[in-house]
């Protein structure tokens, strides 16, 4: 394992700011609307990747505006230079429709799980080449995890989390801790 150098402490806090300030706009009602079939794709995707369990989902925590706004400001380097064939901003959109095809919405969940599971292993395959899927995975994954349902229903919310213990002993089914959470409220 690595140490942790200045360079990864301070992306790691700048892309906490960034997923603050989006959470804010869309508090705001600001966020950035794409196309109404790409909005609804968008959010079929993000409750097939973060259900609704016995914590709320992605749906339910708001997650595609965040996406959807992410891409209209850049967050993960989306609207960076069309390099290798990357699609920009809300073009993440219509190339996850076109990955997806275009009956995807109409199918049964089954078979849009199979289909997003093909999309997802050939993304994080070993070698395999730079995939739009893995920046639209890690937006879902940011917007989920920094909103106050991610943050303190999903994760553990701990303020203070105590003494530093390197030998915990963790039983199955223990959540992990979070204690970034930012404190929107999305009411």
């Known amino acids: 394992m ?3 150098d200045r360079r990864s402490v301070l992306g790691g806090s700048a892309s906490l700011v960034a997923a603050s300030l989006l959470w804010s706009d869309i508090a705001r009602g600001a966020a950035a609307v794409p196309p109404a079939a790409s909005l609804r794709l968008l959010t079929r995707v993000c409750d ?26 850049g967050l993960e380097g989306t609207l960076g ?9 809300n073009d993440y ?8 095809g275009k009956d995807f919405m109409a199918q049964p969940p089954r078979v849009q799980t ?8 050939a993304a994080y395959a070993p070698n395999a080449a730079p995939s739009p899927w893995r920046t639209l995975k ?22 203070l989390p105590g003494r530093f213990d390197p030998d915990l002993q963790l039983k199955p089914g223990t ?4 204690n970034d959470w930012t ?5």
């Not at 199979?114 to 292993?121: G, M, N, S, W, Y």
């Not at 959540?175 to 979070?178: A, F, P, R, T, W």
């Open 93 to 100: 959109l219509g190339w996850l429709g076109s990955a997806l």
């Open 175 to 178: 959540k992990s801790i979070s």
């Open 2 to 4: 690595s140490a942790v």
């Open 138 to 159: 890690a937006l879902i994954l940011i917007g989920y995890f920094t909103s106050e349902a991610g943050a303190t229903k999903a994760l553990r919310y701990v303020p």
């Open 81 to 89: 230079p069309k390099a290798l064939g990357a699609p920009v901003g």
């Open 114 to 121: 199979a289909r997003l599971t093909q999309i997802d292993a």
């Open 48 to 73: 097939l990747v973060i259900p609704r369990t016995s914590a709320p989902g992605a749906v339910d925590a708001k997650v595609p505006g965040f996406v959807a706004l992410a891409l209209k400001h």
């Open 183 to 187: 404190a929107v409220d999305f009411g």
